[in-house]
């Protein structure tokens, strides 16, 4: 049996509603009211977790950027996941990012516990818009990256702390983004509803964003504000790599 202080930890709490919040695929949705109450309470619960509750130590600062192959510059600590959702936390060093990718069809939450990060948020455009057509890039695209490129908008940068509330997203906004550490190391708990599964068409994706010209833009600078960004895929940038470590905390059990 489970030693009782693992029951009642913070951790299983976010993780018994995360399985309430997440276990029905039926019910997802902005607007199911059920669901968003319970996205609510796991929200509430995510906002009060601290370092302490997952026995992790906030790192020191370093000297620099980790640049080596030996020590990268984020690792993953694994702490629980199902069918429905994934939970685990990133740590980040001095100067790591982790790049612009999506989460396909999936809801998140994250919550720093040490730390700060910086989030930028982009929303993907399906639509094609007037004007786009006759978009240009420097230097010119070859024809298979244009036909990969979606018009995009960002929707929002953002700095987060232990004191801040938690970054949510959802399958249609604040998807894809890209997570800086600032100042030094930092370490966010995140959860991912349903977990990344390639089988299912769930591969994570990174992106590069590109500034776009056009001659319809260039008649109306409120057209060249909003219709100048796009994502081109792209391979997992060859300096970002993610390690492991073990989860140290209390251990969860659904």
Same mark, same amino acid.
């Given at each position: 049996m489970m030693p009782r202080d693992n029951m009642t930890s913070t951790v299983q709490k976010i993780a018994r509603q995360a399985l309430t919040t997440f276990r029905n695929p039926s019910v997802l949705g902005e607007h199911n009211k059920k669901f968003l109450e319970n996205q609510s309470k796991l929200k509430s619960l995510m906002a009060e977790v601290r370092a302490a509750d997952?026995?992790?130590?906030?790192?020191?600062?370093?000297?620099?950027?980790?640049?080596?192959?030996?020590?990268?510059?984020?690792?993953?600590?694994?702490?629980?996941? *199902? =069918?429905?959702?994934?939970?685990?936390?990133?740590?980040?060093?001095?100067? #790591?990012? !982790?790049?612009l990718h999506d989460h396909p069809g999936m809801y998140g939450m994250l919550k720093v516990i040490y730390g700060k990060v910086r989030i930028s948020c982009f929303d993907r455009l399906d639509k094609p818009r007037d004007g786009d057509s006759g978009v240009q890039f420097n230097p010119p695209l070859m024809p298979l990256q244009r036909s990969s490129l979606r018009p995009t908008v960002l929707k929002s940068v953002g700095e987060y702390t232990e004191e801040s509330a938690p970054?949510?997203?959802?399958?249609? *906004? =604040?998807?894809?983004?890209?997570?800086?550490?600032?100042?030094?190391?930092? #370490?966010? !708990?995140?959860?991912?509803?349903?977990?990344?599964?390639?089988?299912?068409?769930?591969?994570?994706?990174?992106?590069?964003?590109?500034?776009?010209?056009?001659?319809?833009?260039?008649?109306?600078?409120?057209?060249?504000?909003?219709?100048?960004?796009?994502?081109?895929?792209?391979?997992?940038?060859?300096?970002?790599?993610?390690?492991?470590?073990?989860?140290?905390?209390?251990?969860?059990?659904?």
């Open positions: 997952l026995r992790i130590v906030p790192r020191s600062i370093e000297s620099a950027p980790s640049t080596s192959r030996v020590a990268p510059p984020v690792t993953y600590m694994h702490v629980y996941e *199902t =069918d429905s959702f994934s939970m685990g936390v990133f740590l980040l060093k001095t100067g #790591a990012s !982790i790049p970054c949510v997203l959802s399958p249609q *906004t =604040d998807n894809i983004h890209q997570i800086d550490a600032v100042d030094g190391p930092t #370490a966010f !708990i995140d959860i991912l509803a349903p977990p990344y599964d390639p089988d299912d068409g769930r591969d994570c994706h990174y992106y590069k964003i590109l500034h776009a010209h056009s001659e319809a833009a260039d008649k109306n600078n409120q057209a060249q504000e909003q219709g100048d960004l796009w994502l081109m895929e792209i391979p997992q940038p060859s300096e970002f790599w993610c390690g492991g470590e073990p989860y140290p905390g209390p251990k969860v059990s659904l």
